[in-house]
C-alpha cells in the first residue's frame, strides 16, 4: 500500500470548513483512498474513500487530484464533536485480505469555539 | 444492532500471566481483524481473518495467536504477557467485497501488563 503524508496537527474555528490535506505521491492505478477518524481513543470510524472522482456524503466530501497524487478531506461546517485524529489510507482492493488498513499517525484536529 | 463488541473493556495481568481478548460482531460480516494502538501512535495490525476458517498474520504478530471460532467471533490469546504488550486493542470487521469497503471498530479493550 503507498505511504501516505499529512500534516501533524490543524486547527478550525467551529461553523467553519476544516480542509485536511494527504500526500500519497506513489499511489497506484488500483489503491483507493479512505479517510477515518479516531474521536478520543474510541475506535475508528470510517468517514469516506474514493479512486478517482470526488465523493461526498452526509459527513464530508473528498476532493482527489486529477493526478491522484494528494486529496483533501473537507468537513464542511465542523463542529467542537469533529475533534478527533483523522487517518487517510491508500490500499488496493484485495479480496484476499478484505479491508487491511495501514495506519499512520494522522492528524489531530481540533474545532474551537 | 450492537456492531463489534469487545471484551473485556479493561484488564491488568502480571508478566506471564495469559488471557484471552474476546471480539463479537453481529452485521455477518466475512473479514475481521485485531489491531494495537499504543499512546500517540496509528493502529497496528496483529493478525486478520479474511474469511471464516482462515487467519493470516498482520504487522506485529509476535506474541499474539487468535482463533476465528466462527463468522461472528474472533478472538486474541496472549500466552504469556509482557510489558511491551499494554495497549489499547482494537478488534474491526467488514464485508469482503473487492476490498473497496468500510472496516466497522469495536471500542477497544485497555491491557495494562505490569
Known amino acids: 500500500d503507498a505511504k501516505t503524508t499529512q500534516p501533524t496537527s490543524m486547527d478550525c474555528a467551529e461553523g467553519r470548513a476544516a480542509n485536511l490535506p494527504c500526500n500519497h505521491s506513489?499511489?497506484?492505478?488500483?489503491?483507493?483512498v479512505y479517510w477515518y477518524r479516531q474521536i478520543h481513543s474510541q475506535g475508528p470510524q470510517y468517514i469516506i474513500h474514493?479512486?478517482?472522482n470526488n465523493e461526498t456524503n452526509e459527513m464530508a466530501s473528498l476532493i482527489i487530484t486529477e493526478d491522484r497524487k494528494s486529496s483533501t478531506l473537507i468537513l464542511p461546517h465542523a463542529t467542537l464533536r469533529d475533534t478527533a485524529v483523522y487517518y487517510c489510507?491508500?490500499?488496493?482492493?484485495?479480496?484476499?485480505?478484505?479491508?487491511?488498513?495501514?495506519f499512520g499517525e494522522g492528524t489531530q484536529l481540533t474545532v474551537n469555539p | 444492532n450492537a456492531g463489534v463488541t469487545q471484551t473485556p473493556k479493561f484488564q491488568v495481568l502480571k508478566t506471564g500471566q495469559s488471557m484471552t481478548l474476546q471480539c463479537a460482531q453481529d452485521?455477518?460480516?466475512?473479514?475481521m481483524y485485531w489491531y494495537r494502538q499504543d499512546p500517540g501512535m496509528g493502529l497496528r495490525l496483529i493478525y486478520y481473518?479474511?474469511?471464516?476458517?482462515?487467519?493470516d498474520k498482520g504487522e506485529v504478530p509476535n506474541g499474539y495467536n487468535v482463533s476465528r471460532l466462527n463468522k461472528r467471533e474472533f478472538s486474541l490469546r496472549l500466552e504469556s504477557a509482557a510489558p511491551s504488550q499494554t495497549s489499547v486493542y482494537f478488534c474491526?470487521?467488514?464485508?469482503?467485497?473487492?476490498?473497496?469497503?468500510?472496516?466497522?471498530f469495536g471500542q477497544g479493550t485497555r491491557l495494562t501488563v505490569v
Open positions: 489510507i491508500v490500499r488496493a482492493a484485495n479480496t484476499n485480505s478484505g479491508s487491511r488498513l495501514t
Open positions: 474491526a470487521s467488514s464485508v469482503l467485497t473487492g476490498g473497496n469497503t468500510e472496516a466497522f
Open positions: 506513489t499511489i497506484s492505478g488500483n489503491e483507493y
Open positions: 481473518s479474511a474469511s471464516e476458517g482462515t487467519t
Open positions: 474514493g479512486l478517482k
Open positions: 452485521m455477518n460480516h466475512n473479514s
